[in-house]
């Protein structure tokens, strides 16, 4: 499967921002996907994830609660859909996907071969 992850832009603290990640080559019907994130200076951190397998949705502390993931089956994507964004959001943003049945972790960027390339998301005044 190969992913296209779109979306990112510049916006100010309390906007929101509609993240895509679109696959191809694949059905992402039975594949967990994750959003992961790289702040300048910082480690790849798993924001939130979906698995259908195990029907298991997971959001980051950080992002609870702003942050809503959900599949749009008839684009064959997973989107990140994000409000209130703060200056902390400010990172490159990666989606992955595996075989849900081979991932029972879906925040855990090591679980996952297929990663989609970034797209930068800024968040300043």
């Known amino acids: 499967v190969q992913l296209q992850a779109s979306g990112g832009g510049w916006v100010q603290p309390g906007a929101s921002l509609k993240l895509s990640c679109v696959a191809s080559?694949?059905?992402?019907?039975?594949?967990?996907v994750g959003w992961f994130r790289q702040a300048p200076g910082k480690e790849r951190e798993g924001i939130s994830c979906l698995n259908p397998v195990d029907n298991r949705i997971y959001y980051a502390k950080d992002v609870k609660g702003r942050f809503t993931i959900f599949r749009d089956s008839a684009k064959n994507a997973v989107i990140l859909q994000m409000e209130n964004l703060k200056p902390e959001d400010t990172a490159i943003y990666y989606c992955a996907a595996d075989s849900g049945d081979y991932i029972s972790r879906c925040w855990i960027g090591a679980n996952y071969h297929n990663w989609g390339k970034g797209t930068l998301v800024t968040v300043s005044s």
């Open positions: 080559g694949s059905s992402l019907g039975r594949y967990a």
